[in-house]
């Protein structure tokens, strides 16, 4: 009796820790950033400055350098082909421009301190800097192969300094987008870690949690995890109305929220999850200095994960305290579904994870039983899954639209007594079992994966191909 309370209460402290490891403000798309953010920690090498956030040893300056244009002799990214794809034709914040190559250069100008924010503080000066280094071929990038994590960006800076041919720093970050395993100044080792991060490890046991373990958790939420997920549902509704009002990027919220005003559609509750949740993908992937809060490495999935949860409560009676323990679920079971499948694969994360997660939380916002909420996120899971990731661009923001459409009917459908029956295309015997189908589904994508890139590379300027 005694070791089970023990480890319930050890579930109970993952559960909260992998809440507030995995929700994380970040602007613009977060594979840029994350390449960004290893180009900045390899400039500031080549000094022997190391963010202090690593915690990494002999670290005796925290000032940061002052980079110019001009003393940037090359900078080298070698970078996996999930984080290449998801930043090759995404708008950077606070440039005006696309792509990795950019990214990859205004990292250097930017503090490491901000990790996935980097982009946060984006100067209007360093925009023709940003240019001339792409533009004079010092950024190269390589696609490595698929021997590699899901996410693993090697960057490599050379600096021209008085007085020395040349200084060189290189920073490694692999498996997560900020969990930084390497970083070297001219040679000399800075910051190794050696054991895996424990928010890996984490999202890993995370498999051993049931979901009614996890509903158990929600429905009593310490303060400061309450306040994370408060905060987090002020954020990424201020990025709607940014979507909304300005309008950016291909303006699908704004579109659907003025024909919801015209009458042309219906002032329901799906059609608010849509224009809300597509306007503000808008203002994220149009490269708007706004902030959202991230889950499991990726904005959209915060996005998705929140906003049609909102949508709900907007139409259907606002009670904070039942959407915050609403939209905490929804984080978690994005989690849960992205320690199965991956921070990046060939599926759309927005759609596969963050769908289903959003799909719980309507049910449990509307007071659904644990048996309706498992119904729900089987119906998304039967919905959404052949929906691919054909890379980060102002178009996700129709493809979310979408789903955040799916996310709702899947909640009232489950509410109704609907679900897939099991044993039915991919679907399993039990939520476990189908997530478990849909990586098998995603595994075996590999060649049409390869197959995307070569679409998108076509269409990208010289500057930002791979060499």
């Known amino acids: ?22 929700l994380m403000p970040s602007f613009g798309c977060t594979e840029p950033a994350a390449v960004g953010l290893a180009t900045s920690i390899a400039y500031n090498a080549t000094k022997g400055i190391v963010p202090p956030w ?15 244009q001009e003393n940037i002799e090359k900078i080298i990214v070698e970078l996996d082909r999930f984080t290449y794809r998801n930043g090759l034709d995404v708008d950077i914040p606070g440039t005006g421009k696309r792509g990795i190559s950019v990214a990859s250069a205004q990292g250097v100008f930017c503090d490491p301190n901000k990790k996935l924010s980097i982009f946060e503080d984006s100067k209007a000066e360093n925009i023709e800097r940003i240019d ?58 800075l910051y190794r870690r050696e054991e895996p991060l424990k928010s890996i490890l984490d999202l890993k046991a995370l498999l051993m949690v049931g979901i009614e373990e996890i509903i158990d958790v929600v429905k009593s939420l310490p303060k400061e995890d309450y306040d994370l997920v408060r905060k987090s549902v002020e ?41 809300l949740t597509s306007a503000a993908v808008d203002a994220r992937m149009a490269g708007c200095i706004v902030p959202v809060m991230s889950c499991a ?38 989690c849960y579904c992205t320690s199965r499948l991956g921070y990046l694969s060939t599926l759309c994360g927005g759609a596969i994870k963050a769908g289903v997660g959003a799909a719980a939380g309507i049910v449990h916002y ?34 979310l639209a979408i789903v955040s459409g799916a996310v709702v009917e899947s909640a009232l459908l489950a ?8 044993r039915s295309g991919i679907k ?22 390869e197959a995307i890139l070569r679409i998108m590379s076509r269409g990208i300027s010289q500057e930002s191909k791979h060499w």
Not at 161 to 169: A, I, M, Q, T
Not at 237 to 263: C, F, M, W, Y
Request: hydrophobic letters at 40%; one cysteine or more.
């Open 366 to 399: 509307l007071g659904g039983e644990v048996q309706q909420i498992n119904s729900a996120m089987e119906n998304m899971i039967e919905t959404v899954t052949g929906i691919i990731c054909d890379g980060a661009k102002t178009s996700c923001a129709i493809k």
């Open 428 to 449: 399993g015997k039990n939520l476990e079992e189908t997530i478990k189908n849909v990586r098998k589904v995603s595994d075996s994508m590999t060649k049409a994966d």
């Open 54 to 68: 690593l915690q990494a040893r002999n670290t005796t300056e925290t000032i940061l350098n002052n980079p110019t």
């Open 235 to 275: 954020m990424n509704l201020e990025a709607a109305r940014v979507g909304i009002h300005n309008k950016p990027g291909l303006q699908i919220g704004s579109t659907l929220r003025r024909l919801v005003d015209e009458e042309v559609l219906g002032k329901d509750m799906i059609n608010h999850a849509v224009a």
């Open 297 to 334: 490495g990726s904005g959209n999935q915060g996005l998705m994960a929140t906003l049609p949860i909102v949508a709900v409560a907007e139409r259907r009676g606002w009670d904070e305290e039942r959407i915050v323990k609403a939209i905490a679920l929804s984080y978690l079971i994005t």
């Open 132 to 189: 001339r280094l792409v533009k004079a071929g010092k950024i190269k990038l390589r696609i490595l192969d698929g021997k590699t994590s899901c996410i693993y960006i090697r960057a490599r800076v050379l600096v021209k300094l008085p007085g020395r041919c040349s200084s060189e720093g290189i920073a490694i970050i692999q498996d997560a987008h900020t969990n930084v395993t390497f970083i070297q100044g001219n040679g000399k080792v």
């Open 415 to 422: 509410l109704g007594g609907i679900v897939a029956p099991s």
């Open 1 to 22: 009796m005694k070791d089970k309370r023990i480890d319930k209460m050890n579930k109970r402290k993952i559960i909260l820790r992998i809440l507030s490891n995995e």
